[in-house]
C-alpha cells in the first residue's frame, strides 16, 4: 500500500515533491541534527488522491494519520487533548513550489475548552494559555470555517479599546478568557456549530482545509501567474508546538542567510520578543533587526548564526529561515531558498561562485531569466527627484521604481489597469486576496509588515517595485484616502515609489535608464560563453538598435519596414502611393518614399556595424495606413485632393473581413510589385553606400507570408532583377542573402519545398500561432482569460510557444527545411523569441538564434545559456 | 539524337503525348489501313524545346523537318512548291488534350503566284486554284502574321456584292485573281512585308505561329479553365491536302458516330458538296445532314459508315471524325473521342456496356463527374438562349438557369415571392441575413464574392442558381438599381442567370426541368456497387434532406444548426438571448429557442430514417446574428426594448477584428454553456421521440473548432451531462455519437489527443484550408485570381483539397487518429466533398465518407467509384 504519511526523521530534501519545500526541508533539518519540533508530513500524493476521490479524507488515510500521530506522541510523551498536559500542533500547507495565496498555517492545534485548562497548569502561565486558545479559535475560524476575520479582529480591537491598552500583550488572563468565550459564540453563529472540542477532529478538519485551499481562487491565480501547474497538490506539515510567547526568553524570527534586496553576504532579518510566528508575518508589530537579537538572547543568537551558515553550505544556496526560541532554547521551524531581488540574486550568484560553493552553470541556472527584466527598466531620474517631495519613507521592500495613479482595493486596480492607467497599489497590509490587485499594478505601497510582509515577498516575486511599512501614514480604504501628517490624497493621485530607498513622493516622476552594473556584466558574459544560440533584436529604428546591441543583440533579426511608413513626412505620400489609380502614379509616390527609406537603412546599417540585418519587406494589408473615420477620411481626401467619394470607395474597397488573412506580405508584391522593388532598390543602395564606407553589411532581405513555394519564388525573381540594376548601375555587387518567415501553417508543412528558394527561415510565431490555433490575437483575448480560468489553456500560446502543436510545425519546418538545404539559417522573430520557454525550445529544435525586443536580449541570452546547459548539444 | 518528327507511318494512337490527339490518330488511322493522306507529325517536346531555345526554331529540327518533308514528297511523287504538279499541305495544331483557342489550322500551304499556275494547269481547275490561293493568303494571314481576319473578309464581301453574288462558288476564275492581288497588298501594308512566296519559308512560320500559338493568352485562359497543365506543349502536323471542293463529286464532312446530344446510337452529322473543310466549321454555308450523303455520294457514304463503325469499335468509344471526299474518293482528316453533353455521355456509356463494346468500370471511369450537375438542375432552353443578349459574366457559382424579377433587399424577395412573382435576389454580397430572401428567390446574383462566398455556398446547398463576383455591375441597394456599361435594371425588371456558365442574360428566358432518366439511375447503380466511400449530405432542413436522399445521399454529414435560428420567429429569440445580461435572461431565450430546435430535429430524423445525422452545435460568432446598419439596430432595440445605446454597445463589444478567427465554435461553450445546452437537450429529445415512433436514430453530435482536447473535454462533459439529464427525465436511454471536426490545423497536429475523445472526426476543410493557407474566403476571391493568373496557385484551394498543404495535414489526422482509436470514423463535410478530385483524395487517405449539398451527392458518389476503381483498396 501506498504510503501517505512521513515522520520528519523518514524523509530528506530530495523528497520535495512528495512532502512539499517546507516537509521536506524539516526532514532535512532534522536528517542532519538540527533542532526541529517533532513532527509528520502528509504527501502532495495524498492531496491529489482527496481531489479524486471526491474531496473526501479517505479512511485508509485518515487511519494512517493518526498512526502516525501516535507515534509522534510517544515520542514527545504528549497526548493531543490530554488534560494534564496537552500536545499542541501546527498545521501548516507545504507546496512543491512555494505558493502564498493557499492557506498557510494554524497553530495551537490541539486546545479546547478542557485542555487549555490543563496547558495553564502544565505551563504556569494561563494568560499565555488562553492567548493561545483564541489565537487558535481565530485562525481555525478562518482558515478552515471560512468566517471573515475581522470578525474576530473586531472583537480583540474592542477589548484592547475597553482596556486602554495598544498592544495584546498587555490584556490581562480574563481578557482572553472573555475573548474565547466571544469568539466562541461567533463560531456558533457563523457555522450554527460549537467550535470542535474534539481534537482529532480540529486535525483533520485543518488537514482537509488545506487540501482544499490548493485549489482557491487566489491559489489558482497565483499559480497561473507563476507557470505553476494545477495538478501538484500540497502537502500538509503537523509539527509539535513551540512557543516564541512564553516571556522574554521567548520570541521568534525570520532571516535571510544573505540580504534579498541588495545580495549583500550578511545576514539579514527581523525578530520579535515574546512573540508567535504570525506576529512577525502578519506585520502587526513591527519586528527588530535580527542582529538586536544579539544582546537580548545571546546564546540563542549565536546558536542561529552558526546554523544558519551551516544551512547555507548544506544548501549552496541562500536560506529564508524561520525560527523560534522557546524559553531560551533555539527551534528551527522553516528554511528554504530566499526570494531575492533580481539585483541581489545576480550578486549573490556572483558571489557564491566566487566564494567556491556553485559552479557557474548553477549560477545561471538558479537566475530566473524573466527576473531580468526589472534590472534593465529605468530608475527615478535623480534630476527629477532632487524636486520631488518626500511624502513619507517606507521599507526598500522590493527594488524598482514606480509613479502612478493611487488605488485603495485590487478592484478599483485591476480596473484602472483595464483602462490603461498606471496603478499604485496602497492597502494597510496585503493579504492572499489581493493577488489580482497587486498584478495589475506597477508599484505597491503598504503602511504595515516589515521586508518578509506578505506585500514584500510576493511584490519582490513579481519584480513589481514595494515600500512596505510606512507607518506614518493613515490609510482609509473605505472612504479611499489616505493621509501624511499634512497632505491627503485620494484615489487616482499620482504618487510615485522608490522600491530601492523606500521613499514615497508626491505626483508623477520622470525616469532615467537602468545602468547595469559589474555583477550584471559577470552574469552576461557568463552566459554568453556558455549559449550556443544567437540573440539578435527586432528593430526598426536607430535608436532601438543602438539600444539592442548595448544590451548585447548580436544582429537584427526583423527589421519591420511598415513602421518606417507611419512618420509624419512619409505617411502622406505612403497614402497617395496606396490610392493611386495608375501604375505611373504609384511609381511617382514610391520614388518619393525611396530615399528616405534608403536613409533608414543606412542609418540602422551604421549602428549595426558589420553585425547582420534582417529586413523584412512591406507586411500589413495596406488599408491599415488608411483612416476609417468619416472626418479623418474627409481631411486626407482635402490634403490629397482627391473626392472624398472616391476616397471612401476605395478605402472600402481595401477593407477586409478577416484582415488577418487577407491581402498583405508577399500576396501585395504578387499584386503590386513595384513596392517591393523600392524597398529592394532601398536596401541594395544602401548596403553600396555602406560599403563604400568600408563596412561589410550583409543585408538578410527577408519575405513574408509565404505559404506556396511559388509565391517565393514570383517574389524572389523580382528581388533579384532588382538586385540586378542596382548593382549595374553602382557598378558594384555587394553581398546579400533571400530568405522568408515561416508564419503559416502550409509553409511548415511544405518547407522542403520552400527551403529550395530560400537562403534562412525565420519563424514568425505569432502568425503562426495565429493560424494554428485559428486565434486571431486582437480578439482572443476575450476568451483566452476564461480558456485559463477554466484550465483549457495552461499557457497562453501567444506569450509561450505551445509545444505541442506550433512547436511541432516548426520542428516539421525545421527538418524538411535542413534536408533541402542543409546550411539553412534558421532563427525566430516573433514576440516569442524573449520568452524564456520559447528560447529553451528554440536551442532544443536547432536554431541558429532568436531574435527579440531590444529590452528582452539579456533575458534571452541567459536563457538560451540555461538552455544549453540542461541540453548540451 | 532525339527524334522530333514522326511520319504517320512512324506512330500510333498510343503516342499521343507525343504526337498530340490528332497526330497520333492520323498515325494510327494510317497503321489501321485506312485512306488518310500522307503526312508528319513534329512533337509536342520540339514544342517545349522551342521555348527552351529562346522561340527559335533550330537548325537540327529545320532539317529534321525538310528531311522528312522530302519523303513525304518521294511518296507522294510532288514537291512542296513545284511549279507543275505542286504538293500542298495542311499545317495543323494538335495538343495532347484538345484545345480551342490555339492556332488550329492552315491549308493549302504550298501555294505561291507561280505554283497557283501549276495547281490550276494540273487540276484543270484555275478558279479552285486561285480560290485555294486567296484561302491560304487569308488564313496565313490571319494565324500566322497576326493581320485582323476582317481586313480579308471585308474585301470578299465587296466582290461578292460588286459581282452581285451570294456565295464564293459563284465567283469567277477573274474574281479571285482579283482577290488575290488585293489579299496580297493587305499582307504587305499590314506587315511591310509581301506574302512569302518561298514554300518552305511557309511552311517553317506556320509550324513556328502552332509553338506561338500555345502560349497566347485565349489558349492560357482555356487551359487554366479547364485544368491543362501548361507545360506539355503541342504537336504540329503537316498533311498532304485533298481537296473537297473539286467538284460535285467532291465534299467534306464531320460526323459523330452516336447522338453527341442524346446519346443515341446513330450516326449524326453534316455534310458539304463541293467545299473544304472550314465551310463546315465556319458556318458560312448551311451543311446538310451527314444522311444526304447516302444519295449524293452513295460509294463513299457506304465506305464512311464502315469507317467510321470500325474506328468506334478499335477505339472502343464515340468518335468524332473528319472527312473529305475528293472526286470521289474518301480521305480520313480526324478522329478523336467526340465530345457530349452530359446526357449523352451516360445513355452512351450504359449502351456500350450492353454492346459489350466496353466494361462498367471503363463506363465509369469516362463521366465526368462534375457534368452531372446539369443534368440535376433547370437549363435554358437552347432555342430562346440564341436570341438572349448577355448583360455580364460572372462566377457559375451554383448550377441550373433561373429567370425572375430582380430584387435588391430581401424583404423585396420575400414580399414579391409572396405576390407569387419569381424573383432574383441581386445583392453587392449576401450574409446569413439574407437566409430568407434567398430562400424566396429562384436565383441569387451579386457582384463580389467567389465560388465559396456565403452566396455560393448557401445557394448551392439550396439547389438554387447562383451567379457571383460579377465585378463588372455596379450594384446599388439602396437606390434599387444595378449597372453594366451601358444599361440600368431597376428592381422588378426580368434577368436570367445561368449558373452553368455564369452568364447574365437581360429579359426572361424560358427553360426547361431537370429530368432524371433511366440511363442516369443505371450509372449511379453501378456507382454504388463499386465504391467504397460513403456519401452523406451536408443539410438543414427537411426540404433538403429529403432532396439529397432522393439524390441517394446515406445520412447528414453536416447538419449547420445556425441556419435554423435565421427564421423570422426565431432571430428575435436568439437575439434577445445574445443580447442577455444575466444567465437567466439567456436561459430564458434559451427555453423558447429549444422546443422549435427539437421540432427540427424531429422533422429531419424523420426524413433520414435510420439514416445517421451528423448534427454540428452552434459555429458562428454571435455577432452574425445581429445586424449592423444603424437603421436596423434602431428598429431591432425598439423591438426588444432596450436602448438604442445599450443594442450599440453590445455590437460593437461583439464586433471581432477577424471573426474567423475569433469567438465561435466551441469557443461560445465555453463561454455561454447553456447555449449547447439547450441543443443538445433539442437533439437528445427529438431522439427519445422518433425512438417511440420505431426509429432507430442515433444523432452524432459535433463539437466544431476544437484545436486542443482539453476544450473537447470541456465541451464533452457538458454534453454527457445534459445527455444523462435527458435519459433521466424521458427514463429511456437512446444511442449516441460524439465527435468533432478537424478544421484547425492545430486539432489535426494533436489528433491523437483529439481522438481519445472523439468517437468521429469530420474534415472542415474549408476553414483548414483557410488557415493552413492564411487565406480568408471572404478576402481571398481579390487575389486568388491574380494568383491563378500569374501561374502561383494551380487551383482555387477553396474548390479542389490542396493535397500537398491541406492534405498532408488531414493525412496526419487521419494517421494520428487511428493510433488512437483504431475504429475512428472519419468523413468530411467541407465543401470540397462534393468535387471530384477531392472526393479522390478523401477515398485515397481512407475516410469513410464524404458529405457535400444535396446536389453533389450524384456527382460524389461517381467521383468515389472512380476513386474506388483507380485506388482499390
Known sequence: MKKFVYAFREGSKEMKPLLGGKGANLAEMTRIGLPVPGGFTITTEACIEYYQQDNKIWNDLKAEMLNKLQELEEEMGKKLGDLADPLLVSVRSGAVISMPGMMDTILNLGLNDETVQGLARFSGNPKFAYDSYRRLIQMFGDVVLEIPKYKFESLLEKKKNEKNVSSDIELATEDF????????????????????????????????????????????????????PHDLGT????????????????????????????????????????????????????????????????????QFTEVAQLLEKHYRDMQDIEFTVDRGKLFMLQTRTGKRTAHAA??????????????????????????????????????????????????????????????????????????????????????????????????ILTAKGGMTSHAAVVARGMGKCCVSGAGELNINEQEKYFKNETDTFHEGDFISLDGNTGNVY??????????????????????????????????DTPRDSAKAVEFGAEGIGLCRTEHMFFEENRISVMRRMILSRTLEARKKALAELMPMQRQDFVEIFKVMGDRPVTIRLLDPPLHEFLPSEAKDIERLASELEVSIEQLKETVRELAEVNPMLGH??????????????????????????????GHAVIPEIMIPLIGEVKELQFVKELVLRVIKRVAEESGQTVPYMIGTMIEIPRAA??????????????????????????????????????????????????????????GELMKTAVKLGKESRPDLKLGICGEHGGDPSSVEFCHMIGLDYVSCSPFRVPIARLAAAQAAIRYPS
Not at 457563523?190 to 491559489?219: C, G, I, Y
Not at 534579498?260 to 539579514?268: F, H, I, Q, R
Not at 511624502?391 to 495613479?405: D, E, F, I, Q, R
Not at 555583477?519 to 556558455?530: K, L, N
Open 177 to 228: 478568557q472573555a475573548l474565547v468565550d466571544s469568539y466562541k459564540q461567533v463560531v456558533q453563529k457563523e457555522t450554527k456549530k460549537p467550535f470542535p472540542q474534539d481534537t482529532h477532529e480540529q486535525l483533520l478538519m485543518a488537514v482537509e482545509a488545506v487540501f482544499k485551499s490548493w485549489n482557491n481562487p487566489r491559489a489558482r491565480i497565483y499559480r497561473e501567474h507563476n507557470d505553476i
Open 235 to 302: 502537502a500538509v506539515t503537523v509539527q509539535v508546538m513551540v512557543f516564541g510567547n512564553m516571556g522574554n526568553d521567548s520570541g521568534t524570527g525570520v532571516a535571510f542567510t544573505r540580504n534579498p534586496s541588495t545580495g549583500e553576504n550578511k545576514l539579514y532579518g527581523e525578530f520579535l520578543v515574546n512573540a508567535q510566528g504570525e506576529d512577525v508575518v502578519a506585520g502587526i508589530r513591527t519586528p527588530k533587526d535580527i542582529n538586536e537579537m544579539k544582546e537580548l538572547l545571546p546564546e540563542a543568537y549565536q
Open 346 to 443: 545576480i550578486r549573490a550568484m556572483v558571489d557564491m561562485v566566487e566564494e567556491g560553493l556553485i559552479t557557474k552553470e548553477e549560477a545561471l541556472l538558479r537566475l530566473n531569466p524573466s527576473d531580468l527584466d526589472q534590472l534593465l527598466h529605468p530608475t527615478f531620474d535623480e534630476q527629477a527627484l532632487a524636486d520631488a517631495k518626500v511624502l513619507t519613507k517606507g521599507l526598500p521592500a522590493s527594488s524598482g521604481a514606480a509613479s502612478g495613479k493611487v488605488c485603495f482595493t485590487p478592484e478599483a486596480a485591476v480596473k484602472a489597469k483595464e483602462a490603461g492607467e498606471i496603478v499604485i497599489l496602497v492597502r494597510n497590509e496585503t493579504s492572499p486576496e489581493d493577488i489580482e490587485g497587486m498584478v495589475a499594478s506597477a508599484g
Open 506 to 539: 508626491a505626483g508623477n516622476i520622470a525616469t532615467r535608464e537602468a545602468r547595469l552594473g559589474g555583477y550584471f556584466v559577470t552574469i552576461m558574459e557568463w552566459a554568453d560563453a556558455i549559449r550556443t544560440l544567437k540573440v539578435r533584436t527586432n528593430a
Open 664 to 693: 498583405r506580405g508577399c500576396r501585395l508584391a504578387v499584386t503590386y510589385p513595384e513596392i517591393y522593388e523600392m524597398q529592394v532598390q532601398a536596401i541594395m543602395e544602401a548596403t553600396t553606400i555602406l560599403k563604400g564606407e
Open 749 to 806: 508543412i511544405t518547407a522542403d519545398d520552400v527551403a529550395r528558394d530560400a537562403e534562412f527561415f525565420s519563424f514568425g510565431t505569432n502568425d503562426l500561432t495565429q493560424m494554428t490555433y485559428g486565434f486571431s490575437r486582437d480578439d482572443a483575448g476575450k476568451f483566452i482569460k476564461e480558456y485559463r480560468d477554466k484550465g483549457i489553456l495552461e499557457k497562453d500560446p501567444f506569450q509561450q510557444i505551445d509545444r505541442r502543436g506550433v
